[in-house]
């Protein structure tokens, strides 16, 4: 069961959130007259101006977000679209973090091995789907793309790269479990020390 129940339950973009988003693309005027005639339609927005994204599979994104909102700063806006989490950071995350990552040896053999999903950044050059205003109902046998944290202000506070590092460090020790003791011997016998006289 998910633990992510301190984390704001909003299911749509406000009007400020809607101009946030329209204001990364080049014409946010037109972003934004499409989106109140569709508001149910998502839109493909450029990333290094407004935002930088950073992609994760959904399971290893959700253990961040429990991390980010139990025991560090929360959230800026976040999305799940195709089996990915997208969480939105400030312009020039998406050049910094991989350098970060690369310093905390998360390309090594080990932390592949280990089940550690990659992190996907886009940046200047790069541009993402975000889902529609409103929630949309599922196509097929993929759930429609959803808001998981909707943006709400015209400036939303963005994660930058340490707290989304921080944040992957801290999913990962919880999910690989690391122990510095040897494993059980299966075929020791065990024996109830606590009754002894």
């Known amino acids: 069961m998910s633990s ?3 984390v704001p339950d ?3 973009v406000t ?3 809607a101009a ?3 204001s990364a693309g080049t014409y946010p005027r037109s972003t934004l007259s499409l989106w109140g005639e569709r508001p149910g339609a998502p839109l493909v927005l450029p990333c290094g101006v407004v935002f930088d994204v950073v992609s994760v599979p959904a399971v290893f994104g959700r253990r961040m977000l429990d991390r980010m909102w139990e025991e560090g700063p929360g959230s800026g806006p976040v999305a799940e679209f195709r089996a990915r989490m997208l969480l939105f950071a400030p312009p020039g995350t998406a050049q910094r973090l991989p350098a970060l990552l690369e310093w905390e040896e998360w390309g090594a053999r080990g932390a592949r091995t280990d089940g550690v999903p ?3 950044c886009h940046g200047a050059g790069d541009a993402v ?3 529609a205003l409103v929630p949309a109902e599922p196509v097929g046998p993929m759930p429609a793309a959803r808001w998981l944290v909707a943006p709400d202000t015209r400036r939303p506070w963005l994660p930058g790269p340490e707290v989304l590092l921080w944040a ?3 999913a990962a020790r919880a999910a690989v479990r690391i122990s510095i003791f040897p494993p059980p011997d299966r075929g020791a016998n065990v024996y109830d020390v606590s009754r002894r006289r």
Do not use: K, M, Q
Request: a positive charge; glycine letters at 10%; hydrophobic letters at 45%.
């Open 20 to 22: 946030w988003l329209a």
């Open 118 to 120: 990659p992190l996907l």
């Open 10 to 12: 909003v299911s749509g």
């Open 129 to 131: 789907t975000v889902p």
């Open 15 to 17: 009007p400020d959130g």
């Open 4 to 6: 992510t129940r301190n």
């Open 168 to 170: 992957a460090v801290r």
